[in-house]
């Protein structure tokens, strides 16, 4: 399967400070990856779908000048968590959509990134 | 969209044992149903996937059913081991949008 890496694994920041996640594809150009926040003992919740070369779309709910997304290469794609607050404490994975042809790809998940607002 | 329930939540087995998860989904158009195991504080892994052309699909203790009309489809583990302990998730999407929608999740404990 695709090698997704993430970074920083986990993260602790000031409320109202923004901090950044980054999500490489190691060994696949992948022009589409998705952005989850998991809460403990919760499901996967999608954020957001990044495009690479365009603008994200943000699932409902989201906010999307809260939650910056950007897809600037077919490896990376980053998210910004703006002006943090202990809510937005979590849990966010990304996700690589591998084509594989015929009905659905697979997807496959970075590490993940515990956030920590205090 | 697309809704996504699974049963149960929490799974006791014996060592040995067999487990067997469900889960429907609402839209129809759905055809691509992978499953994750999740151990705590990690990524989920891919164990196992189908899609809406078969019925059926096994990997080793691992199984998958799909029945499309009822819209819903089942994991099956035989034979489990303690390392078989973590959350297992559905997830079904269509294959033009990809976007996975996930079940709620079942805390599997197999006890030794």
């Known amino acids: 399967g695709a090698v997704v890496s993430q970074h920083p694994s986990w993260v602790i920041c000031k409320s109202g400070t923004s901090v950044k996640i980054e999500c490489r594809s190691l060994?696949?150009?992948?022009?589409?990856m998705f952005w989850y926040r998991q809460f403990p003992k919760q499901s996967l919740m999608l954020m957001a779908t990044?495009?690479?070369?365009?603008?994200?779309?943000?699932e409902q709910g989201v906010e999307k000048d809260k939650f910056l997304i950007n897809h600037a290469s077919l490896t990376l794609s980053t998210l910004t968590v703006t002006s943090a607050h202990p809510e937005d404490s979590s849990f966010y994975i990304c996700s690589v959509l591998v084509l594989t042809g015929g009905p659905g790809n697979t997807i496959y998940f970075g590490e993940g990134s515990w956030l920590t607002v205090v | 969209g697309e809704n996504v329930e699974q049963h149960p939540s929490t799974l006791s087995v014996q060592e040995g044992d067999s487990a067997v998860i469900k889960c429907t989904y609402s839209d129809s158009a759905s055809n691509y149903f992978p499953w994750y195991k999740q151990e705590l504080g990690k990524r989920p892994q891919l164990i196992i996937d189908?899609?809406?052309?078969?019925g059926e699909k096994k990997d080793q203790r691992i199984a998958v059913t799909l029945n499309k009309t009822a819209k819903h489809f089942s994991l099956h583990i035989t034979e489990t081991q303690p390392e078989d302990s973590a959350v297992y998730f559905c997830a079904a999407t269509k294959a033009a949008g990809n976007k996975l929608t996930f079940g709620g999740g079942t805390r599997v404990l197999v006890k030794p």
């Open positions: 060994d696949f150009q992948a022009t589409t």
């Open positions: 990044s495009n690479e070369g365009s603008k994200a779309t943000y």
């Open positions: 189908i899609r809406s052309n078969v």
